[in-house]
């Protein structure tokens, strides 16, 4: 799952970690994929540049590199699924193809590889739901959207890959994904907006697959803003935007769920949605665009609720695209990564002390 935070001014802390000299640029970013933290510590942010190639910009623990992944041969990327650090240490990143299978690049340990993991049966992929890693994180899970309209999963059951239909809710048509997130380690929660404005999410509970209507805030529901599970990851909250220009919330309190309204900036109306994260394992950091062009992030300070304005990028450019939300050092400092009108990929981030933007460049 993704999760998230905001961030804005401040340049040179923690032992130079941002300290970076953007490449030439060559490749344009044209899509963004995801970011996870590997070890814990050291951000991936995955793109998809205009030379077809897949890209990852990421901190070694001493210095920020660009990296080109490549691609299968013979094959052009059409989706962005998502990505997760497998046994927290090995990224892997799934991606659709233009041959309509489901691509997958990943780190062994030694070697970076690509694998296809084939299609859904008698469908071609649509878009992403999410991706989680379960049981430990050793267990890799890939939810897609299908062409036949279900949610489709493929996973890795310990010795092989498989394919699962999810099918989808009784009634109406997934219209679009929300985002999923692993409930106890274990157990996925894939939330999807149905064709009927309602939030739906398809659960395992440990022994069965179900569908459940989660309902609707008193706006109607126009794009996710973040999955994540709370207190020991055993309290989902699912985050989307309203009608209405408010964030709003669905979640779990351990014995029912509820709706929220978390509103919006003072004199802002939530435009767009980049990316979310579980600060210290139950401080959620919500990071939107608003209306004036700013990064916003609505958080949990532990007692109650607040909005902040991040700014935006140095340079006034314009925020495109979320690009992904970790969390890093024991989850307690949050980096948000986005595309910009420069072409370049950005992040806002927590030192620790101060927020501060850092300009990352662009696939050399």
């Known amino acids: ?39 814990g510590s050291r951000p991936y942010a995955f793109v998809r540049a205009s030379d077809g190639n897949l890209w990852v910009d990421w901190w070694s623990g001493s210095a920020w590199s660009w990296a080109n992944q490549g691609r299968p041969s013979g ?11 497998v046994d927290g240490s090995r990224p892997y990143t799934f991606l659709g193809g233009s041959d309509g299978n489901l691509w ?19 469908a071609s992929i649509i878009d992403g739901a999410g991706v989680v890693a379960l049981d430990g994180g050793s267990r890799p899970y890939a939810f897609v959207r299908g062409s036949d309209g279900n949610l489709w999963v493929n996973w890795w059951s310990g010795s092989a ?17 929300i985002g999923t997130v692993a409930v106890d380690g274990s157990r996925p929660y894939t939330f999807i907006l149905g064709t009927d404005g309602n939030l739906w999410v398809n659960w395992w509970s440990g022994s069965a697959w179900s569908w459940s209507n989660q309902g609707k805030p008193s706006a109607t ?27 709003w919330v669905n979640w779990w309190s351990g014995s029912a769920w509820s709706w929220s309204n978390q509103g919006k900036p003072s004199g802002v109306a939530v435009a767009d949605s980049i990316g979310s994260v579980a600060v210290d394992g139950s401080r959620p950091y919500v990071f939107i665009l608003g209306t004036d062009g700013n990064l916003w992030v609505n958080w949990w300070s532990g007692s109650a609720w607040g909005w902040a304005n991040q700014g935006k990028p140095s340079g006034g450019y314009l925020i495109r695209d979320g690009s992904g939300t970790i969390a890093l050092d024991r989850a307690s400092r949050p980096y948000a990564f986005m ?13 620790g002390s101060a927020w501060g933007w850092s300009n990352q460049g662009t696939a050399p």
Do not use: C, E, H
């Open 221 to 247: 529901i126009t794009g996710g803003a973040g999955v994540m599970a709370l207190d020991n990851a055993s309290r989902p909250y699912a985050f989307v935007r309203g009608s209405d220009g408010n964030l």
């Open 104 to 122: 997958m690049n990943w780190w062994s340990g030694s070697a970076w590889n690509w694998a296809n993991q084939g299609k859904p049966a008698g």
């Open 161 to 177: 890959w498989n394919w699962g239909n999810l099918g989808k809710p009784a009634g109406p048509s997934i219209a679009a994904s």
């Open 339 to 351: 595309t910009a009108s420069d072409g370049n990929l950005w992040v806002n981030w927590w030192s």
């Open 75 to 85: 094959v052009s990327f059409t989706a962005s699924i998502g990505a997760v650090a």
């Open 1 to 39: 799952m993704r999760a998230v935070t905001r961030l804005s001014v401040a340049m040179a802390a923690i032992s130079g970690l941002l300290l970076f000299a953007p490449p030439p640029a060559q490749a344009a970013i044209s899509a963004p994929v995801d970011a996870l933290a590997v070890d």
